[in-house]
C-alpha cells in the first residue's frame, strides 16, 4: 500500500501526559499537512511542510504543539500536557505541490482521546 | 477570514436517484476547490479536484462543478447507490495553494 499512513490509529491518554503521533506520506510527495477534525466538524488545518521546511503554523497550534519532519520524508506530531480539548482525530495529508493541482491525500488518522 | 458552507447538512434519498451537494465559499480567488468523502471513523477520500481555471470535473458518476464569480460549487451524483452513503465535505484553497478550508460536509444516506 503507497498511500499515506498514520500510526497509533487510536491513543488514550490521561490529561497531562505527553503524545507523539507518526506520519508517514507518499513516498514522492513534497508537502506534508496536518489538520484537526473534531465530531460533526471539518478538518482545520494545524501546519504544513514544504520537504523538511515548517511553513506555516495555525494559531490552533499552541505552544504545547510541536511538528517535525527531518530529511522531508515522515512527520510527527507531538502534543504535551494534554488537555481534554485536544480529543479529535488527527488528519496528516501529503502532495506534490504542483499548483493549482495539487490534490491532498488524506492518512486514516489518529483518534486521540484524552480523559 | 475564508469560510465555506454546505447545504444541506444531511440528506436521505432512496437508491437510484440523483442528486446535488451545495457547497459556497467567500473567497473567490481560489486555486482549486476539492470535493472529498469520508466514511464513519475514517479519513478522507479525494473524489474530485477542480482547478480555478475549469468549470467542472467528471469521474464516473460524479460531476462537480465551480462557479468563482458567484463563490459555489456543487456535487452531482447520478443514479445513487447505498454503498455512496458517508460524508460528503467540499474544500477550498484561497489564495494559499496549501492551506483548506473545509465545509462541514453532508451526511449523505442512500436506502436501498
Known amino acids: 500500500d503507497t498511500g499515506v499512513s498514520q500510526n497509533p490509529r487510536h491513543k488514550i491518554t490521561k490529561r497531562g501526559q505527553n503524545v507523539t503521533f507518526r506520519c508517514d506520506p507518499i513516498?514522492?510527495?513534497?508537502?506534508l499537512y496536518w489538520y484537526r477534525q473534531t465530531l460533526g466538524q471539518g478538518p482545520e488545518f494545524l501546519t504544513y511542510?514544504?520537504?523538511?521546511?515548517?511553513?506555516?503554523k495555525s494559531r490552533l497550534l499552541s505552544d504545547r504543539f510541536s511538528a517535525e519532519r527531518p530529511k522531508g520524508s515522515f512527520s510527527t506530531l507531538e502534543i504535551q500536557r494534554t488537555e481534554q480539548g485536544d480529543s479529535a482525530m488527527y488528519l496528516c495529508?501529503?502532495?506534490?505541490?504542483?499548483?493549482?493541482?495539487?490534490?491532498?491525500?488524506f492518512g486514516p488518522g489518529t483518534r486521540l482521546t484524552v480523559l | 477570514k475564508q469560510e465555506v458552507t454546505q447545504i444541506p447538512a444531511a440528506l436521505s434519498v432512496p437508491e437510484g436517484e440523483n442528486l446535488v451537494l451545495n457547497c459556497s465559499f467567500t473567497d473567490s480567488a481560489i486555486y482549486n476547490l476539492q470535493w472529498f468523502r469520508q466514511d464513519p471513523g475514517k479519513g478522507l477520500t479525494s473524489l474530485l479536484l477542480i482547478q480555478s481555471s475549469q468549470r467542472e470535473q467528471t469521474s464516473g458518476r460524479l460531476n462537480a462543478s465551480l462557479d468563482k464569480s458567484s463563490g459555489r460549487s456543487t456535487l452531482y451524483i447520478a443514479a445513487s447507490q447505498p454503498g455512496d452513503s458517508a460524508t460528503y465535505l467540499c474544500?477550498?484553497?484561497?489564495?494559499?495553494?496549501?492551506?483548506?478550508?473545509f465545509g462541514k460536509g453532508t451526511l449523505l444516506t442512500v436506502n436501498p
Open positions: 474544500a477550498d484553497s484561497g489564495g494559499s495553494n496549501y492551506k483548506l478550508t
Open positions: 513516498s514522492e510527495h513534497n508537502r
Open positions: 495529508a501529503s502532495s506534490l505541490g504542483v499548483l493549482s493541482t495539487d490534490t491532498q491525500y
Open positions: 511542510f514544504q520537504n523538511e521546511a515548517q511553513l506555516e
